[in-house]
């Protein structure tokens, strides 16, 4: 029973923290550390992580069809080859490769000394730095429908940072897209969208893990906290898109880099363990 709960509130967390830019990965690690749950492990975070991705398949599933049907269309009808959606869907398919390739490569290393919270404390104020600098001095002037080829390859190589936990894979991508002048909503969309094959794959990809691997409560919390995820962030998704189409993510900025001195802080106290 007592999993169960657990498993409740860290799918509250999930679908809270994973669209927004403060890394899910990291509040799924520092949260229960400091409630001294200890580490869900990484198998329980990628396939909870499963059930915002499914909230980001509906939410956007009339531009995920669009662009899906757009691109098969386009790989039998050379007319349709330079439609918008077509070079989206390629768009996605090439910014989703890096994470895919570093994931697949850096396994044992994300699963045991990415996990530190040395490293997610650090990486917290960091990028929570990088992002402010982004978004004050990004030009917002560029719509989704301008993305270039090289926008799409960066975008994706800075969501491969969030292999490490704390970066936030919406926080990076978003962090790139200012820099590449997209407007806040735009990059912001793009984020949502190139995160789909990334995390669900991730995620089916653990699924073997979760009998016997790296998750502490089994199949059934699992299961519970991936619903919850999904309920919540498909509220937070909503919301998020209505947020940044008039204001900054500056909030999100100050959160970041306090969440990581107080992890630091905590850590050199002796109250967490790293």
Do not use: C
């Not at 899906?68 to 918008?84: D, M, Q």
């Not at 969309?189 to 094959?197: Q, V």
């Amino acid at each position: 029973m007592l999993d169960l709960l657990k498993a409740v509130v860290l799918g509250l967390l999930q679908g809270l923290t994973e669209f927004l830019p403060i890394s899910s990965s990291a509040h799924l690690r520092i949260f229960p550390e400091l409630f001294g749950w200890g580490d869900p492990g990484a198998a329980f975070t990628a396939v909870v992580q499963i059930g915002t991705e499914l909230a980001v398949l509906i939410y956007f599933r009339h531009d995920i069809w669009r662009i899906a049907s757009t691109w098969l269309r386009s790989l039998v009808r050379p007319e349709w080859r330079g439609h918008v959606d077509a070079r989206m869907g390629w768009y996605i398919i090439i910014g989703s490769l890096p994470i895919v390739v570093l994931g697949i490569a850096l396994k044992d290393i994300i699963e045991q000394d990415f996990r530190s919270l040395w490293i997610i404390g650090t990486t917290l104020i960091v990028l929570g730095v990088v992002l402010g600098i982004a978004d004050r001095f990004g030009r917002n002037e560029r719509a989704i429908k301008k993305m270039r080829l090289r926008d799409a390859l960066l975008m994706g190589l800075a969501q491969a940072a969030a292999l490490v936990p704390g970066v936030s894979r919406s926080g990076a991508t978003i962090s790139m897209g200012r820099f590449l002048g997209f407007e806040r909503e735009a990059a912001t969309r793009f984020a949502f969208l190139l995160a789909i094959p990334a995390v669900l794959g991730a995620g089916f990809f653990q699924l073997a893990e979760i009998p016997n691997g790296d998750n502490a409560y089994g199949w059934g919390p699992t299961i519970v906290g991936t619903v919850v995820s999904f309920i919540v962030g498909y509220a937070t998704i909503a919301w998020l898109l209505r947020y940044v189409s008039t204001r900054s993510y500056t909030p999100f900025v100050i959160y970041r880099v306090v969440l990581g001195a107080a992890v630091l802080v905590l850590l050199s106290a002796g109250v967490l363990t790293a």
